[in-house]
């Protein structure tokens, strides 16, 4: 028996299609049941634990160890990976800022008809995926979500820094 391997890069894109369908789908499947609160309740919960994984193993594939910096790196591979439109300017106080100008949860959500949730999924979720994301750099390391905007094209501001001063 002969099995042909599928290129890598369309692994990785039949992937990324299904990670965004399953999270979208089991979100509407929960709020079918219950409701929409209830959904982006449960929501929260999962993006609590996810970015841990996903930082853990980025950290692991990158050899990465803690700090600012190695958290900038694994960063840039986690929006680079899931096709984010972004630049990260360092910060002269040190840390960096990221400015996402495209972002593929807001077309999947757009795309699927409800952007008019956008703002509220947005608040919810975003804060506590990065500030998740970047304490498995380090407790010392800060995130603020300078500037929403959960339409396409906009522009979402993220600032993330040390709160001791030591990078």
């Not at 979208?24 to 929260?44: I, M, Q, R, Y």
Request: charge should be neutral; proline fraction near 4%.
């Amino acid at each position: 028996m002969n099995k042909k391997k599928p290129a890598k890069k369309l692994v990785a894109e039949y992937f990324k299609k299904c990670f965004l369908s399953v999270d979208g789908l089991w979100f509407v499947k929960v709020e079918e049941a219950f409701s929409f609160d209830t959904a982006l309740e449960l929501d929260v919960a999962v993006w609590k634990v996810l970015p841990k994984i996903e930082a853990r193993t980025i950290k692991q594939l990158l050899s990465l160890g803690n700090g600012v910096e190695n958290l900038r790196a694994a960063i840039e591979f986690k929006l680079a990976a899931e096709d984010y439109d972004y630049t990260i300017q360092p910060l002269a106080s040190g840390g960096f800022k990221i400015h996402i100008g495209n972002c593929p949860w807001v077309n999947h959500i757009t795309k699927a008809g409800r952007a008019h949730l956008l703002d509220r999924i947005a608040e919810a979720i975003c804060p506590v995926e990065y500030e998740t994301f970047a304490r498995e750099f380090g407790h010392d390391i800060a995130m603020h979500h300078e500037r929403k905007c959960c339409s396409p094209h906009c522009l979402c501001v993220y600032v993330f820094s040390t709160t001791s001063g030591n990078l």
